[in-house]
């Protein structure tokens, strides 16, 4: 498919297709347009799993209308909608699925209990999510790595804080790349071959994040991405993708994503087993000197 079918006419492009498809193809097709937004953000195996069909078979169906695979049709389909919803913000959307989702399903369930329900489908499925090979990868990148940096905006900066505090209390050279900060430049200027950078991007990429990544690679640097899609402006610009696909609702507070930081940050504490790090040792010294906390009973 060209580029203009593949976003701006996609849904019109599948409707032409529909009839000449076999039957349990045109059931993927109508699940994804009638169920929208929140069907473009499942897996493929979700998306069986509701139509009753293989996993197989819904890669079949996205090739069947014009797309090398499924990941492909769904990021056309994430553009088409991102366009429709217009200048809406991601917790502006999620909160229309949200509300989509509490209309349907069991009625007697809280808001609690069906947003524990699907965090807990999607922390069961995130084994299989990333690869155990790139886990690895990401945590030898981290060990090794002379500096540090990490990046990542707006929705994304929640868990950029949370890789970010740990790290630091395990090892030095640790940056903390903020476009407000007067130092941006200057840290991001710092990275070079034997540095990692690790960008945190998901759907409304910012663009400080993205030319982060740009010039860190150029300069020799290898960058990590936690991003959305493989086929993410993040993904495109990283030489390791770590892909979570989101529930679109307030993304930067999912327990998946911040799951997968923690994981990173358990292996990594693995590789400095042998007691606390110098860093530890230091931060608990300037703690104590300063009073910092206050114990539960006071």
Known sequence: ???????????????????????????????????????????????????????????????????????????????????????????????????????????????????????????????????AEEFERAVHLLVSAQRVGIVGLYLSKSLALNLYYPLTLMRSGCLLLEPEATSFVRDLGTLTAGDVLFAISNTRYARVTLQSMEQARAAGATVIALTDSLLSPAAKRADLSLVVPPKLWFYGNSVVPSTLLNALCASLLLHHSGGPSQEINVANQIFTRFNTFIDGDD
């Open 1 to 131: 498919m060209n580029d203009k079918q593949r976003s701006s006419d996609i849904v019109e492009h599948l409707r032409t297709l529909h009839d000449s498809l076999s039957d349990s193809q045109r059931a993927v097709i109508e699940f994804l347009l009638t169920h929208g937004v929140e069907a473009i953000y499942m897996s493929s195996s979700q998306i069986a799993e509701h139509v009753a069909v293989n996993r197989s078979t819904v890669i079949r169906t996205a090739q069947a209308v014009g797309f090398a695979g499924f990941s492909e049709l769904q990021t056309a389909l994430q553009q088409h909608f991102s366009r429709q919803y217009g200048g809406l913000t991601a917790p502006d959307i999620g909160s229309h699925q949200l509300l989509s989702l509490m209309e349907t399903g069991d009625h007697t369930q809280s808001v609690l209990q069906r947003m524990v329900s699907i965090e807990l489908e999607k922390l069961k499925s995130l084994p299989d999510i990333i690869p």
